[in-house]
């Protein structure tokens, strides 16, 4: 049936640690990618640096905005699945 949902705890243990390890990639590949211009960024005076530096700071709030949205979605899943349990948990205790 379409309007079934069918959870799987061990799926949802999971998601909260993908999205975990996946903001923690993501960060460590920006710091690097951030360690690997630096030189050439350094090169640059006036206008271009200015906008590159106006630049990397809306990056950086986006990438701030997005690994918010993301911890507050692994924080859903990990209360869904805690409260899933609690569900089974007090299903199964209904039978005795």
Aim: proline share 1%.
């Amino acid at each position: 049936m379409a309007d079934q949902i069918r959870v799987t705890f061990g799926s949802l243990d999971t998601a909260v640690g993908d999205i975990a390890a996946g903001v923690a990639a993501q960060g460590q590949r920006l710091q690097e990618l951030k360690a690997d211009i630096a030189p050439m960024v350094a090169t640059w005076e006036g206008s271009a640096q200015t906008a590159y530096y106006a630049h990397q700071q809306k990056w950086d709030a986006a990438w701030q905005d997005l690994t918010e949205a993301l911890g507050q979605f692994q924080r859903a899943t990990d209360v869904a699945n805690a409260d899933y349990q609690a569900g089974e948990a007090a299903n199964t205790a209904s039978w005795g």
